[in-house]
């Protein structure tokens, strides 16, 4: 049983910047990536950033590439996406997963846990 829980979102004015943070508890795997996905009203959910175990290994969307930053703390059980140049298009609710895999991931279905998701808001 593994807990997820996003941080970190809000609304805020184009071009600013956030980070969010995903928080992991209960039940850990000693390998696994992680990803960002977010899904804005009416839409389906679409993958933003993935990130391998090893840290070294990161994808993004062309929509957030030279945007957007993941990383992520082993030791704290923690995914971060730093989200610069913040455009209204970003808009949407943003969710943190967990893939029981070393490797990264852009798919959904490859994804084994889900956080609850945060919202950001991005007005022009």
């Known amino acids: 049983q593994v807990q997820l829980v996003e941080s970190g979102g809000g609304l805020v004015q184009a071009g600013d910047s956030l980070r969010l943070s995903c928080a992991a508890s209960?039940?850990?795997?000693?390998?696994?990536?992680m990803g960002w996905f977010r899904q804005a009203p009416g839409k389906e959910r679409e993958f933003v950033a993935a990130?391998?175990?090893?840290?070294?290994?990161?994808y993004y969307a062309d929509s957030v590439k030279g945007r957007f930053t993941i990383s992520r703390d082993n030791d704290k059980n923690t995914v971060y996406l730093q989200m610069n140049s913040l455009k209204p298009e970003d808009t949407a609710i943003y969710y943190c997963?967990?893939?029981?895999?070393?490797?990264?991931?852009?798919?959904?279905?490859?994804?084994?846990?889900w956080g609850q998701g945060t919202q950001v808001t991005v007005s022009s």
């Open positions: 997963a967990v893939a029981r895999v070393p490797t990264v991931v852009t798919t959904t279905r490859r994804y084994d846990y």
């Open positions: 209960g039940r850990t795997f000693s390998n696994y990536a």
């Open positions: 990130i391998s175990w090893s840290g070294r290994t990161t």
